[in-house]
């Protein structure tokens, strides 16, 4: 299959690439990081997670965030909403978009959300009426699709029960996640191919963690198979709670540069994204893990000093 034309680029960082940092990060630093994202091109952002504070803490300021974002015509901003409680929250914040959080291991469902996978989907229930009610899109994600800490090898068909699941809920898009980042190419397809047999391509995302450095690889094999909507973290930041070890997501600027090598238009200018991975990881004293994008921060410092 030809590679597809255009990619449709989610920046989980001020979500995703967050939640896990040690240290508190203020809101005026989430809120910059999400209008600089919004600079450089990208057109879909997950801006905060309406979880309880005592279990993320540094999603603890998301109304805050969510009603302080200099909004742009054009650009999706979107939050991360487990339970009832959380949606409600989020639409009186003026949310647009949502997302749920599945897994297709049972012991990751239960360690993570604390319950089991039907458990969760019956969760979720609720969450998309009232979304439906409301008007608002729902996003849906499965985790471990290429291998769960705890059971290790996840079935293909396991992971295409719950993508078609969600979608038959009302979820307009299901991302799939290598959470911890053990995945490999030939992996990547099979999994892929089993959910399209459930859930139509133009439906699916891809969300790859980079923990054995395959995610850009395995990009590329689901690109192949028609995959046009991708999740990263600018810079790579992220991580996960509950795998031991695992990477950062996919850094948002080596994706783009793999994109601009293959000729597929992401919207996005790779200078701008630099800049903004540099700066957040000087902001919040991390490590850049973007090859691309230190390097062209690298480059345009260089020819501007």
Known sequence: MAFPKQIRLVDVAPRDGLQNEPEAIDTDTKLELIDRL???????IEAASFVSPKWVPQMA??????????????ITYSALTPNLKGLEAALECGVEEVAVFGAASEAFSHKNI????????ERFAP???????????VRGYVSCVLGCPYEGEIAPAKVAEVAKALFEMGCFEVSLGDTIGTGTPLKAKRMLEAVARDVPMDKLAAHFHDTYGQALANLYAVLEEGIAVIDSSVAGLGGCPYAKGAAGNVASEDVVYLLNGLGIDSG?????????GDWITQAIGR?????AGVATA??????SG
Do not use: F, Y
């Not at 919004?38 to 879909?44: E, K, N, T, V």
């Not at 300021?61 to 054009?74: A, C, Q, S, W, Y």
């Not at 604390?114 to 989907?121: D, G, K, V, W």
């Open 38 to 44: 919004a600079d450089a091109g990208l057109r879909h």
């Open 268 to 276: 996005v200018d790779l200078d701008k994204l630099a800049a903004t």
């Open 298 to 303: 690298t480059k345009l410092s260089d020819t």
């Open 287 to 291: 490590p850049n893990r973007s090859k």
């Open 114 to 121: 604390n319950c089991s996978i039907a458990e969760s989907l």
């Open 61 to 74: 300021d998301h109304r805050e965030v969510m009603t302080g974002l200099k909004r742009r015509p054009g």
């Open 127 to 137: 969450v998309l009426e009232r979304a439906q009610q409301a008007g608002i899109r």
